[in-house]
DNA sequence: TTCATATCGGACAATAATATCCGATATGAT
DNA sequence: ATCATATCGGATATTATTGTCCGATATGAA
């Protein structure tokens, strides 16, 4: 469903909207100890959140990144995703026609259509707030 | 959403379904042709679906694959996703947590579920032919 | 100033998915 | 029997994704 840098990022944003606020930033090694994911291959995608600003970056002795727990409802997992793995997921035929559309349908379309916008819909209405929320319960760091 | 093994796997089983039957059989180079596919790939991929009895061959001179148009209406989606894809598609979790769980979920477990349950029931109640019913105004091969 | 600890960013490596090649075998038609 | 045309199946090549390495730069603290 997503790729795997896709699933790093949103660990990684969740595990910074826990750890992370204007005075406590977390290292690119406390990021990736914590979601049980390669350092470096995680320095990227941090690179590329902060980037497209989810994500707040302060260089030198005692930086790391951090996210402002103000935005923390603002950050929808549409925008996450959107960034790493672009719109494919919703966009790309199912059966991979390159002109796939409403007017000339894949023998998919209308079978697919329902689920993709339910997908969609879920990413765009889900913050990171709303992730969070339910801790108490989940699962959210390697285990 | 699909791999692209599953892709040709799909467009060959829905082109054999059209094209062929008992006494119609179609060469991999017709299949892999008509789907725009690469031969030897699709050729694999077919030798699959044969090995599970959602298609037949025969070979040498003459022979080819084929589907009994009587078996159109028991072939599922789901099964041809699942000798290709396996189930992953369901069962792995979305933010690959390796012990994701109703009883321990990750933070987009529950979102998640009701998309996963819609696409499985949708693969399970389609049958291909479901799909080539709707023909007339749909794409098929390549175009 | 020097040092330790960060991010930054380019080059490279490993793995998995996709694609190709080629010889072997099967079989109906001539 | 021979031939043309199939599938079969193993080995190899290519490409995209995932993962690693290392030097450069930034910056707060001693």
Same sequence: chains 1, 2.
């Avoid at 090694?29 to 590329?48: E, M, R, Y």
């Avoid at 209308?110 to 707030?129: P, V």
Wanted: glycine share 4%.
């Amino acid at each position: 469903m997503f790729s795997k840098s896709c699933e790093y990022a949103i660990k990684a944003v969740v595990y910074l909207a826990i750890n992370s606020d204007n005075d406590t930033k977390r290292s690119i090694g406390d990021i990736a100890n914590a979601i049980d994911s390669p350092i470096a291959f995680t320095a990227k995608i941090l690179q590329k959140l902060s980037a497209n600003e989810i994500v707040k970056s302060a260089k030198g002795n005692a930086g790391g990144y951090y996210i402002l727990p103000s935005n923390l409802s603002k950050i929808h997992l549409s925008k996450i995703v959107d960034i790493i793995d672009g719109d494919a997921i919703y966009t790309n035929c199912a059966l991979g026609f390159k002109n796939c559309s409403e007017i000339k349908p894949c023998p998919l379309h209308e079978q697919i259509k329902k689920i993709r916008t339910d997908l969609r819909n879920m990413l765009t209405k889900t913050t990171i707030n709303d992730l969070i929320n339910a801790k108490e319960k989940n699962i959210i760091f390697k285990n």
